[in-house]
């Protein structure tokens, strides 16, 4: 097997990290899975923005399906499996999946922004086939750029540690033609959308803040204003968790760029990549503790198969729990079907 694609690691080091993407692995198809089912369950009350909920599923998803076991099997291998064909075919999804969760979520910003600044009549504009159509072109723009290094411009190639593979960040200094990638790529893929990300997340806390002032002195908020500020409050999460998880792997990546990959521990740059593939398990949990709809799709489901395990501790969640009717052996067999929840504005 060619040198670069042996582990720089101790093994023991890399069963560890073939452990920990296990477990990664194995929380991402179950948190996700459950949402996606979910949201088929309550296809028929599902409100527009919730497709791109949906879509951000299926990203972290298809990147567990797709890459996560190839990683762990080589990991516990000491080594790449497959040569130059897998590691372009596992670089290739990581960069699909992840353009595509960056555009979905900096879509979902945009979206949250339009909607809490809008008159009502303008706000129902933004309908399925519009977030149907916006959804096609983050998949047809994410294709596009993971398809381009096939094309001649820009390359893939193995991480500094051995056992995993993404773009060839060292190519930025030696061409043109890895420097034109790169540079495009940063400022189109990462700086663009986490600018807008910022930027619509900060005028929405400020039309939330001067709405609270306008209505403070009725002395009661109105539950239309505790939703908006408690779905703003998720999709900020979800924003953070996931820039949180791939901050520090960008930081190591461009770290690169500049510098040679070998001025760096492996072990410090496994890290930050195990971090990065984290990010696909954390929205499951953001919205279970935030959705009342999406809790409520839960329990129906433990009710459904006498789970009596508790999912989740939402005792100090910033919502008024629902009532704790499949605590009991009684009050399983009695657990009601619950209705759709019209007035939650987002399964988050």
Excluded at 272 to 288: G, R, V
């Amino acid at each position: 097997m060619e040198e670069q694609y042996l582990s720089k690691l101790h093994p023991t080091v890399d069963y560890g990290a073939g452990v920990f993407l296990l477990i990664i692995a194995i929380l991402t198809i179950l948190g996700n899975s459950v949402v996606l089912a979910t949201a088929v369950k309550r296809s028929s009350h599902l409100k527009s923005p919730e497709l791109l909920i949906i879509n951000l599923a299926i990203t972290d998803l298809g990147m567990a399906i797709s890459m996560y076991p190839l990683a762990i099997a080589s990991a516990w291998n000491h080594a790449w499996l497959g040569g130059d064909a897998s590691c372009v075919y596992y670089a290739l999804m990581g960069f699909l999946f992840g353009v595509s969760s960056m555009l979905t979520l900096c879509m979902m910003a945009v979206i949250r922004f339009l909607v809490t600044n809008s008159s009502t009549s303008n706000s129902n504009t933004i309908n399925k086939k519009a977030i149907r159509t916006l959804i096609a072109f983050i998949w047809l723009c994410s294709l596009l750029w993971a398809v381009l290094p096939l094309l001649g411009w820009g390359y893939y190639g193995p991480e500094p540690f051995g056992t995993s593979c993404t773009i060839a960040w060292s190519e930025f200094h030696n061409s043109a033609n890895g420097f034109s990638f790169i540079l495009s790529m940063f400022i189109l893929c990462t700086l663009l959308p986490v600018l807008t990300i910022l930027t619509c997340y900060l005028g929405i806390a400020w039309k939330i803040h001067k709405a609270y002032q306008e209505i403070q002195n009725f002395g009661r908020i109105p539950n239309a204003a505790k939703m908006e500020r408690r779905l703003t409050l998720m999709a900020v999460l979800v924003s953070i968790g996931f820039l949180g998880a791939w901050t520090p792997y960008a930081t190591v990546s461009f770290w690169s760029i500049f510098n040679s990959s070998h001025s760096l521990h492996p072990v410090v740059t496994l890290l930050p990549c195990l971090f990065a593939k984290s990010s696909t398990a954390y929205n499951p949990f953001i919205y279970y503790i935030f959705s009342k709809t999406f809790r409520r799709e839960i329990k129906q489901m433990k009710c459904s198969c006498d789970w009596q395990v508790p999912f989740f501790n939402t005792e100090h969640s910033i919502e008024t729990p629902m009532s704790m009717m499949w605590m009991g052996r009684e009050n399983v067999r009695a657990c009601p079907t619950a209705k759709a929840n019209n007035g939650e504005a987002s399964s988050h």
